[in-house]
């Protein structure tokens, strides 16, 4: 009975993914343990990374005979992923789902961390000191998983498609300089803060540095920075 709930949860899981593609980049193959459905979600999966599509029934049908040839998926079991239905029961699925891939990352930082503190030949003070910070990195991730489900689409990874026109989103400050280093001016709509030691020239650099927006008849405006700090006081 264990076995047939593992599977039945697989395969709503590989259905919330390919409803769900931002996640291929999350889940590893390995994750499934049935092997159908790590068959075909690695099937799946290579497709979209390299199409950025996700592929239509049909065509996934059609791939995993081309990579099967020795038929060692029923059609009846294609059948059962590909109809499968999770709408009535996203909610309870995804919450399992989160926690199904949560876990087997855990599992596999785990293991990692075990590697690397068998690969401890010499111990001295400093190469603990690498590991113990090594596998805090490691572990650093984790309470960040439940946050990152915001799909940013799928060409977040290409920064090609992300070029802008510096110039439309950059305000000037009005130090030549400065809009070198910040490759145009500061950010439209956001609070920049200059910080430097002491004596470095922060003081120097413009009593006018400040610019907003007066909504009364939406122009930029100067204000000095001593007044715009009293004003937010």
């Known amino acids: ?9 697989e395969k709503n899981f590989l259905t919330y993914i390919i409803e769900n593609p ?7 193959n390995y994750f499934f343990k049935n092997e ?3 068959f075909i979600y690695e099937i799946v999966k290579d497709e979209y990374l390299k199409s950025k599509k996700v592929p239509s ?14 038929s060692r998926i029923s059609n009846d079991i294609i059948k059962i992923v590909l109809k499968n239905d999770i709408a009535e029961k996203k909610d309870w699925v995804e919450n399992r789902f989160r926690a199904w891939r949560m876990s087997n990352l855990v599992r596999k930082k785990t293991s990692e961390t075990i590697e690397k503190l068998r690969s401890l030949e010499d111990i001295n003070l400093d190469n603990v000191k690498e590991v113990v910070s090594s596998i805090r990195n490691l572990y650093n991730d984790i309470p960040l998983l439940d946050e990152d489900e915001d799909d940013l689409g799928d060409d977040f990874d290409d920064p090609e498609t992300h070029r802008q026109e510096i110039s439309k989103y950059r305000i000037p400050s009005g130090w030549s300089n400065i809009d070198k280093i910040l ?3 500061w950010d439209m709509s956001t609070f920049n803060v200059i910080m430097g030691e002491t004596n470095v020239g922060k003081c120097c650099i413009s ?10 008849n939406n122009k930029i405006e100067y204000i000095s920075i001593g007044d715009f700090y009293n004003k937010v006081k």
Do not use: A
């Open 1 to 9: 009975m264990p076995e047939v709930m593992n599977v039945n949860m």
């Open 22 to 28: 931002s996640q291929f980049s999350r889940v590893e």
């Open 36 to 38: 159908n459905m790590q």
């Open 57 to 70: 029934p049909q065509q996934i049908v059609d791939m995993i005979k081309l990579n099967d040839p020795e």
């Open 183 to 185: 490759q145009g001016g």
């Open 207 to 216: 009593d006018t540095m400040v610019k907003i927006r007066n909504k009364t």
